[in-house]
């Protein structure tokens, strides 16, 4: 069995791939997700790619669905779609697209339009609960995302709804587009802007499996309550020369850029 | 147009007209709740637009979710609800659900293909005094442009029930545009609905009039009777179904008559007017007269009515168009035969 960490780098390596084509990939935003999406797939999420559509399967929405590169390679690590796929990822005709597509296995719903996604967890959850079924709802944002004013309407409904099988992920990495998230519109206070809606915040360093690991274990953090888990991140993690630069929300990999990227991912390997 | 009270409904007391009685949205909620009894996967997603709380809500509370006022999220979590087979009606305003949540149901309803019916109240002008931010002259333009989504307008209270169950099977996305103070019945008996398939409510082969909802179809009826009465034939086509659109029936119109004459309680611009056009100008060119509401917006206070006879939706423009039409094929026909006549005599002279 691969170890959760050598599954990340993996990740990485293989996000990094998917960068050398000619339209590039959101590579920051996607190497942050690292961790998180390894110990949500490898230990948390209750789906399977055998039955992809089972109904008492947890849900997954990667509302920031610019980060489908890590979305892609994750799915890869675990029987979703054949890893050597990967290597169409947004060319002409793949199944890969820059923002995922639901004809995907394991693709509940397109994302990429941001601020949608917390309401279709959301809807999912209140499924489940209505009809007294099992699954549960896990949602990634990404920080910006959360300027969204729709992330709110959901918030505050599920908040209301008090429901404690609905997940939100914040990949808190702090930088977006133009800068810092709270140099553009600031977030904080964000534990308490989510508490005063009616949710139990977990905070975590996102690139700490173990602390993942035990925080996914323990959800929901409060009984009644939906969850969620400020991961904090740092945009570009693994690879030096993108780390916490804003210049790495979306790169081409140049050959000499991806050889110098991945000698970075690798010069951090511990096994 | 008069309203007859024929027909007593087989098992109930009620006469059709106490049974349709009231506006198009509370036909509706009676129909939902029918709905729901029946089909255990039926929620009633709500956002705080007042009377399905007291009924759905009061009658079936664990199916009942209302959102509050938050037209984004009743799309996204409608979505949900539905991708995992449950069958949610989502509620909220026309001009809401087409422009403040239009992504959402672009996106997450349409572009899934999921069978969500999105419900709609406040169609057209009939929010009346309420103002142009209530008004929805556009929704059908915007809503148009979603793939794999149904869109109807049901004419009446009896049609809307009809439609409801009609559509209550489909597997795709389904869009209901209903209005929200009473208008007159248009039916006499219960109508036959299918979805994408126009009604024709009157057989004429002079000119034909294709209308969409309450006023414009009631419109295009006594428009029908006044031609009558000047010699004209006028075909009513009931366009309930705004997509797919009934390509059939206007074809034969634009073949069989001398023109078309749209109605409808929306902008002239990609509307009901605009859909017809698109289909004639390509397969069978012929004159049409659209009458909708022109491209300003409306700032004057009224009801539903005036609104819509201000705006030059009436009766009186559908009779003037449709005379127009009939006179313009006549004067084609004479324009013709004069120059089948002038180019016979020249070949006799030569």
């Known amino acids: 069995m691969t170890s959760l960490e050598e599954r990340a780098r993996r990740v990485r390596e293989r996000v990094l791939k998917m960068g050398t084509n000619p339209h590039g990939v959101h590579v920051g935003g996607s190497l942050s997700l690292a961790e998180i999406l390894t110990v949500l797939y490898g230990e948390v999420l209750r789906v399977s790619p055998e039955q992809p559509d089972r109904p008492d399967r947890d849900w997954f929405v990667l509302s920031k669905g610019h980060a489908s590169a890590a979305l892609y390679a994750v799915l890869a690590e675990h029987g979703f779609l054949d890893p050597a796929e990967l290597d169409t990822y947004a060319q002409a005709g793949s199944r890969l697209a820059g ?26 959850a209140l499924a489940a609960r209505r009809t007294g079924g099992t699954s549960r709802a896990f949602v990634v944002l990404g920080d910006g995302e959360l300027q969204e004013g729709s992330v709110w309407e959901a918030a505050m409904s599920a908040g209301h709804e008090g429901l404690d099988n609905l997940v939100a992920i914040v990949d808190r990495n702090r930088l977006q587009i133009t800068g810092g998230t709270e140099q553009c519109v600031s977030l904080e206070p964000l534990p308490d802007r989510w508490r005063s809606f009616g949710w139990a915040v977990a905070e975590v360093d996102g690139h700490d499996i173990d602390a993942l690991r035990a925080t996914f274990a323990a959800v929901p953090a409060t009984p009644g309550r939906p969850t969620v888990v400020i991961a904090n991140t740092v945009k570009g993690k693994g690879v030096r020369l993108f780390e916490d630069q804003k210049k790495s929300h979306a790169v081409q990999l140049t050959p000499r850029l991806h050889q110098r990227a991945l000698a970075s991912l690798n010069a951090g390997r511990t096994t | 147009m008069t309203v007859t009270v024929a027909e007593q409904l087989p098992g109930t007391e009620d006469s059709f007209a106490d049974r349709y009685a009231g506006a198009t949205r509370d036909v509706y909620r009676r129909t939902l709740l029918d709905l729901a009894r029946r089909d255990p996967l039926v929620f009633c997603v709500d956002t705080d637009t007042g009377g399905l709380e007291t009924t759905f809500g009061t009658e079936l509370p664990g199916r009942y979710i209302n959102v509050g006022i938050a037209e984004a999220n009743l799309m996204g979590v409608s979505a949900g609800l539905a991708a995992t087979g449950l069958r949610p009606y989502a509620h909220t305003l026309s001009g809401f659900a087409a422009a403040r949540a239009c992504e959402q149901l672009k996106v997450d309803i349409a572009g899934n293909n999921l069978p969500v019916r999105v419900v709609v109240t406040h169609g057209g002008l009939s929010s009346g005094h309420y103002g142009p931010t209530h008004h929805a002259v556009d929704d059908l333009a915007i809503l148009r442009t979603m ?55 009157r057989d004429g082969d002079d000119v034909t009039i294709v209308a969409t909802g309450p006023h414009p179809v009631l419109m295009a009826l006594r428009a029908h009777d006044e031609l009558a009465t000047l010699g004209i034939s006028a075909r009513v086509l009931n366009m309930h179904t705004i997509k797919p659109l009934d390509t059939a029936a206007l074809l034969r119109a634009a073949r069989e008559t001398a023109g078309i004459v ?16 698109e289909v004639v100008t390509q397969d069978a060119p012929v004159r049409v007269r659209r009458i909708g509401v022109p491209d300003r917006f409306i700032d004057r206070v009224g009801d539903e009515r005036d609104l819509l006879v201000a705006a030059g939706v009436s009766t009186e423009r559908i009779v003037a168009q449709g005379l127009a039409l009939a006179e313009a094929q006549r004067n084609d026909r004479a324009l013709a035969e004069r120059h089948h006549a002038s180019r016979a005599g020249s070949s006799s002279r030569g």
């Open chain 1, 99 to 124: 923002h995922p597509l639901r004809k995907l296995p394991g693709v509940e719903f397109p994302t990429g339009s941001l601020g949608h996604g917390l309401s279709l967890g959301l809807g999912v």
């Open chain 2, 147 to 201: 793939p794999n989504l149904t869109i109807v307008v049901p004419a009446d209270a009896a049609e809307t029930e009809q439609a409801v169950l009609a559509t209550a099977d489909l597997p795709g996305p389904v869009l209901i545009r209903l209005g929200r103070a009473a208008t007159p019945l248009v039916h006499d008996t219960v109508p036959e609905f299918v979805p994408g398939r126009a009604a024709q409510l």
């Open chain 2, 262 to 277: 749209t109605v409808e309680d929306h902008l002239v611009v990609g509307g009901l007017g605009a859909a017809v056009c």
